[in-house]
């Protein structure tokens, strides 16, 4: 008996459909907007990951060749 009462608390089913169409657009746009986002991030990331890479085989590289100057 108390839990229908609760739950129609927080859930609105509009009588009216015609507004669903604005909360439709603005999911859409935000949907299409994290989307974009996290292709970004990824894209960042390959870059960075290649910069630490690169980096990583120019300190290895200058490891050998000072440790073979050495022998």
């Known amino acids: 008996m108390f839990q229908p009462f609760v739950?129609?608390?927080f859930l609105y089913f509009?009588?009216?459909k015609s507004e669903y169409g604005?909360?439709?657009i603005t999911f859409t746009?935000?949907?299409i907007g994290a989307f974009?986002?996290?292709?970004?991030?990824?894209?960042?990331?390959?870059?960075?990951?290649m910069k630490a890479k690169e980096l990583e085989e120019k300190i290895m590289s200058?490891?050998?060749s000072q440790g073979n100057?050495?022998?």
Request: proline share 6%; aromatic share 6%.
């Open 7 to 9: 739950i129609s608390l």
């Open 14 to 16: 509009p009588e009216d």
């Open 22 to 24: 604005p909360a439709a």
């Open 29 to 31: 746009i935000f949907l």
């Open 36 to 49: 974009l986002t996290m292709r970004y991030i990824i894209k960042i990331s390959k870059r960075e990951a």
């Open 62 to 64: 200058r490891q050998h």
């Open 69 to 71: 100057s050495e022998h």
